[in-house]
């Protein structure tokens, strides 16, 4: 197939799959605070620290069980936390020594209604 045919044909499927925003264009305070969540998840050891917390959806994932499953020490978990916390998409409760954390459902329901392109 030559280039011509190749961009005919991407710019025929383009122009059948525009999308835009499901909403309106962000305000200021909402791109800040989207911005926020968006800065922690960027770091790929948060990503994994919080596929884990969400893999056990509502129940609370203790600290002291990352340790072992991620293989990273417990004073760079808790820093990875504090900073999941800081951003809203966890919550954290100290439970005796261990903090337990828990994800905030409105969080992941904000940066989906963001991203979510229709």
């Known amino acids: 197939m030559s280039i011509a045919m190749e961009d005919t044909k991407l710019g025929d499927a383009s122009s059948d799959e525009?999308?835009?925003?499901?909403a309106a264009p962000l305000q200021v305070a909402e791109s800040?605070?989207?911005a926020v969540k968006?800065?922690?998840?960027?770091?790929?050891?948060r990503l994994r620290v919080m596929?884990?917390?969400a893999?056990?959806?509502c129940e609370s994932v203790c600290a002291c069980?990352?340790?072992?499953?991620?293989?990273?020490?417990?004073?760079?978990?808790?820093h990875h936390m504090k900073k999941l916390v800081e951003a809203g998409l966890l919550t954290r409760e100290q439970r005796g020594k261990w903090a337990h954390y828990t994800v905030?459902?409105?969080a992941f329901t904000e940066l989906r209604?963001?991203?979510t392109l229709d």
């Not at 525009?18 to 499901?22: E, K, Q, R, T």
């Not at 968006?38 to 050891?45: E, F, Q, S």
């Not at 069980?65 to 808790?78: A, K």
């Open 55 to 57: 893999a056990q959806g």
């Open 65 to 78: 069980d990352l340790v072992d499953v991620l293989g990273i020490s417990q004073p760079t978990i808790s």
């Open 32 to 34: 800040e605070r989207i």
């Open 51 to 53: 596929s884990h917390v």
């Open 18 to 22: 525009c999308c835009s925003l499901a």
């Open 113 to 115: 209604r963001f991203l």
């Open 104 to 106: 905030v459902r409105e």
């Open 38 to 45: 968006l800065k922690a998840l960027a770091d790929p050891m």
